[in-house]
């Protein structure tokens, strides 16, 4: 981790180092009016006998802190070379070629550069630079309008392009530091995130990341961001790209990546957002309020229409819409007249649109305490008319005045992200109010300030043990892996593993109705092949199709069969090489890889994180009484959860892949049984 960014980052003197990206790059340092010597070195041009142009760095007359290269890589590398001999503060490399290309030249290069750099910090390369709003300095090749900020949000990239969408984007969002970080050869995302926490005027950090490389280091950047309060939001490139090397359970298949690195955000208490545009949204209203300590939401409009749409684009979302308490029902009654009907989305009409005294009236009616977060939505006109935009201030001034007397937490916003003025924004950001952009990002920026608030209030990062894999793992039999899971404390069938000729005489010992099922390490989708057999009820039908399953495998596995269950789910775990152990729950039996209904724990967890997550589920529903049915066992369901996650946590069993598909959840009292399993263990030389 590097800490010495100072003089990279804020620095007092820069050179410039090329002609055309460099060029740029000088144009938009001097609209920014940064305050030091800003040098530029390009040989012609000093030939030439250019103004202000210097032969080489070491001709500069002081050592810069920041270095501009915007020349080509064996270029680049040179020059860091004498930047680190001088005692530069940084560089920033544009030149591609480097790790970017590694079937190229790109490997040797790039291990070139690193060691010309020696302990100086590189940003890039491959990357655009960064712009310091606090410091007023722009080392970036595009053009950026220069603005004060005291407050504001820092900005990571290892996308130059999206970094531009950041700070192209008309959406009112208040930087003060945006980086383009490439390659990441020297200084990474994190490194830059922990220089960005401390500079007491970062509110809120937003990353786009392409790769995770080390998610412990991640995990640790977190845990001094929520120590900070310094709220972190992470967009990540590949999403659709969850498919990982097959595995051979659903619990790899169904889990990927993606998957995980969403619950391991989720465990550190980093919001993640799905679009560039839900993005800053969220960095927005993090700006403004910070995270939130519930998921409650009020809001208001004039136009019942708008909160038509609201209320449809809040289904789905783990928002909260409060019922307006009666004492508010009738206050709100009083000031607009019995005719406005009184809820949640709120349609307050227009009646008193031009009455401002009225409005605040209202609008601090509304603010009673009962939600986290209240909002006005309100578009205005695309007009350069100061007489059409009055109108349209009034209510915006009273829902403030409102905020400042009790006290609430507010946003103003538009239903289309376009039609929010300037001036409107920096007056409600002014006032302690986020002035926010499209509903549904609106909606999503709460959801996702309200989900950083509760894990940060229930902070128990995961533990991330980096696993060593054996170089072969063996499939355990299935007698073998329930006798495993019956000493780990799960509730397995009666069952006997026997050859095929004894399998009708253990039906009988077990008891019917039983299930046969051939026993074979090789084959653990024994339905793939015809080799489950179900309620079998007599002898004659325990004959029958133990003589059929003997054509397929010597040994039978012959288990009494559970009739009585409630719901079937599916509980496994799988190893994986940068999260460690991966515990998954969802829907089980024939309907694990139909619905898709599934969630991803990371140990440690308690039973109130399996409970939660179990609610999370479609399927949890079969265990509430669903039409008629009895209620199910949830405690058994959440105890065999925790004992799949014990035994994930320990290394010595060896086991790198389990599945229970189905564990069947009996009536509340009865317990929840695991009737078929699959491991998967190192092997043992």
Known sequence: MRTDLGRLISPKSVVIVGGRWADQVADGCEEFGFQGPVYRVHPKRAAAGQEGYWPSLKALPTVPDCAFLGINRDATIEAVQELRELGGGGAICLASGFSERPGFDGTAYNSRLLEAAGGLPLLGPNCFGLVNFFDRVSLFPEPVVARSVQRGVCVIAQSGTVACDVLFANRHLPIGY????????????????????NDPRVTAIGMYLE????????????????DKKVPIVVIKAGRSDVARSVTLSHTGAMGGSETYFGAFLKRIGVGRSETLAEFVESLKLLHVH??????????????GGDMAIASDLLQGLDVQLPRVRAETRGELTGILGSHVSVDNPFDFQTDIWHDETKLCRMFSAVQDGDADLYGFFVDHPNSESEAHIEGYKIPVRAFIAATRATGAKGFIASTLSESTPAAIAEFAIESGVAPMQGMLETFRAFEIASQIGSSWANFQPPRLARPVFATAVRNVSE?????????????????????AKAAPGAAEVIGYPVVMKILSEDIQHKTEVKGVSLSIYTLDKAKIEASRLRNISDYILVEEMIVDGVAEFMIGFNVDPEFGPIVLVGAGG??????????????????DDVLK?????????????????????????ISAVMSVAELAQDSKTGIVELEINPIIVRAQGLGAVAVDSLIRKRWEL
Do not use: W
Request: positive net charge.
């Open 590 to 607: 024939v309907l694990a890889e139909i619905i898709e209904d599934s969630v991803v724990l990371l140990p440690p967890f308690s039973r």
């Open 290 to 303: 910070g995270p939130f300590s519930g998921n409650r939401l009020a809001i208001s409009g004039g136009s």
């Open 178 to 197: 945006a980086f383009s970080i490439g390659n990441q050869s020297s200084v990474t995302a994190i490194d830059l995130g922990y220089a960005a926490l």
């Open 613 to 637: 997550a179990l609610k999370s589920l479609r399927s949890f529903r079969l265990l509430s009484g669903y039409r008629q049915r009895p209620i199910g066992d949830v405690d058994a369901l």
């Open 479 to 499: 007698f073998d892996a329930k006798k495993m899971l019956s000493s780990a404390g799960l509730k397995t069938p009666k069952s006997a593993q026997v050859i």
């Open 211 to 226: 790769s995770v490389g080390d998610p412990a280091a991640l995990r640790d950047f977190a845990c001094a961001a929520r």
